[in-house]
């Protein structure tokens, strides 16, 4: 009796809480679309945000009500998981192109002047608030790894001249390292076409840009020129490359006398 | 009606269950960043040290003490107050996700907060009445209130001064706690002394 007493309260008491608990949690349950589930298994679940919706699950809730504008806004995820989703909600979606994200600056400590030496804060975002960073270009890559830090699969490297590299093979395209960069160098490219980019954002005459970076774009027009296709257009003192028009077939590449076209 | 405000008061000031009996220290420590959370957690730990005290008084009165199993206290208390966080937990998750989210881990480990335990404890040690024990359960919730929303303000602060880089982080936060903790005996005497 002595033991049997006590178990029995003790047990008593377990059961009524585990059935009021099951109880409760049968009532109170809160309702989960199992279609938002089966979005969120296929989904990457990484959480870069580049579709826009706060994390995997955000999207997966959108996709399922309906309130999302494309099925194909995963970009890490990009044509495989697109397609999974479409299956699921029961619409189409048109390839998507892999893209990579690009760093549109080659002015390492070689070849770009430094106006000053940065002590600080490791993060390009505050160098930048100094007079636009230690660069003197204006566009020139500050080298503190802000969007090294932020990219999701390590597919970032400040090489050791101090630019910021993209490793084409790691990059998902998930935008991260776009939206940290305080000097906008980095954009999307298509991954797989053969194109050719300019590696340089600076708008100046090119008689400044001389002064400050021997890689810099100085709008001599000769890519222009020797274009076959039309692909190459200077405004703004400053090469851009269609690449919907370009074929890579690498002639502006030779005639660049700075070499910043790759 | 004296000894009600009586037993809030020595609750929240001069008996602080965080500051002066130092129960609770995980949380304390652990959900003090942020204001918004170190409040959240404070108003989820008083409502379970109400409900457990509204539970268990009246078990330990009609089923333990009767029969003489008060050393089954421990025992039986733990399980109310895990079955009530487990409660709280859902009807938080479906009513309040954002604060659900925002205690994660900490929500549960409710259960285990010993100012929960001690507060149901200590109210038969008092050999309170079932009101009183409410009030009793009430005023520690309230100083857990008090003690988290003062040390959030704290540490808040402590995240921008220049300290020492061998004190940085939690010796920095345990000697501030301290310091707060030493405040509070400027309160002692003070319940007797103001409805005396």
Known sequence: ?262 | MKIFAMILITGILTQNFVLSRFLGICPFLGVSKKLGTATGMSIAVTLVMVLATAATYPINAALLVPRGLEYLQTVVFILVIAGLVQLLEVVLKRFVPPLYNALGIYLPLITTNCAVLGVVLLNLQAEYSYAQSLVNALGAGLGFLLAMVLFAGVRERLEGADIPKALKGLPATLAAASLVSMSFLGFAGIAENLFA
């Open chain 1, 1 to 262: 009796m002595e033991i049997l007493l006590p178990s029995l309260i003790v047990g008593a008491i377990a059961l009524i809480l585990g059935v009021g608990l099951s109880f409760a949690s049968e009532k109170l349950a809160v309702p989960v679309d199992e279609r938002e589930e089966e979005l969120l298994a296929v989904l990457p679940g990484v959480n870069c945000g580049a579709c826009g919706y706060s994390g995997c699950a955000g999207y997966a809730a959108a996709l399922s009500k309906g309130e999302a504008e494309s099925a194909s806004l995963c970009a890490p995820g990009g044509d495989d998981v697109a397609r999974q989703i479409a299956e699921l909600l029961g619409v189409s979606v048109g390839h998507i192109a892999p893209m990579t994200a690009l760093v549109r600056c080659q002015g390492g400590e070689d070849v770009a002047k430094q106006s000053f030496i940065y002590y600080g804060m490791e993060s390009c975002r505050m160098a930048a608030q100094l007079a636009g960073g230690v660069k003197s270009c204006p566009n020139g890559c500050i080298g503190l790894g802000d969007c090294v830090k932020a990219c999701p699969y390590d597919a970032l490297r400040v090489c050791p001249d101090g630019v910021a590299r993209v490793d084409a093979l790691k990059c998902r395209a998930c935008k991260a390292c776009v939206a940290v960069c305080p000097k906008d160098l980095i954009t999307l490219v298509p991954k797989d076409a053969p194109t050719t980019a300019v590696l340089c954002r600076n708008t100046q005459k090119g008689a400044v840009i001389r002064k400050l970076c021997e890689k810099g774009c100085i709008a001599c027009k000769r890519c222009e020129k020797v274009c076959p296709h039309g692909a190459v257009s200077v405004t703004d003192f400053l090469a851009r490359i269609d690449p919907e028009k370009c074929t890579g077939c690498g002639k502006c590449v030779a005639v660049c006398p700075n070499g910043c076209i790759v």
